[in-house]
């Protein structure tokens, strides 16, 4: 069982900067992509970024586009969002997670998710 754990949340102020991390106990073939994840409290949890391992292909939320960059270390199996711009409803648990199927499908391996708190 392929294990996700996030690092990298906190407090932050409106316009600042958080870079998550998520590494992988290990890659199996069946992982296709990695997403990023947030769910604020009384709301659905919401793709925001994923990238595909194969050739780096990415897939943003329009909320975050512009502001959020995924990437990836294949040697690492480690992940990345970079958060810019941060704004208050960006606050939310974010979670990683692995998906067999495609960008923005099939996600079924879910780290323990991080908090990030963006004041204004």
């Known amino acids: 069982q392929v294990q996700l754990v996030e690092s990298g949340g906190g407090l932050v102020q409106a316009g600042g900067s958080l870079r998550l991390s998520c590494a992988a106990s290990r890659r199996t073939v069946s992982s296709y992509a990695m997403g990023w994840f947030r769910q604020a409290p009384g709301k659905e949890r919401d793709l925001v970024a994923s990238i595909r391992w194969s050739d780096g292909s990415t897939y943003y939320a329009d909320s975050v586009k512009g502001r959020f960059t995924i990437s990836r270390d294949n040697a690492k199996n480690t992940v990345w969002l970079q958060m810019n711009s941060l704004k208050p409803e960006d606050t939310a648990v974010y979670y990683c997670?692995?998906?067999?199927?495609?960008?923005?499908?099939?996600?079924?391996?879910w780290g323990q998710g991080t908090q990030v708190t963006v004041s204004s």
């Open positions: 997670a692995s998906s067999p199927l495609s960008l923005r499908t099939g996600y079924r391996t």
